[in-house]
């Protein structure tokens, strides 16, 4: 396949995707009677939220280390 081909087929596909999920997101947002303002509103609450977490607590990192650990011993026999 060229790279011509791969771009048009890509930007057809990325095309009909934003075009499909624009009038879904248009449905949605006067089902629920939110704006554009309110996603952007939305996604700043969000960035807020998930920048408290700096990683897992650190039980869960020994447990999850432990895990693999367990896992490559297990791959080894």
Known sequence: MSLGNFLCNHYCAARNAIHVLTVELDTLKSQFQITDTDFETFHQ??????????????QDQASIRY????????EKK
């Open 67 to 74: 895990v693999h650990a367990l896992d490559e011993l297990a």
């Open 45 to 58: 609450e969000e960035r807020c939220y998930l920048g408290k977490f700096k990683g897992f607590p650190a």
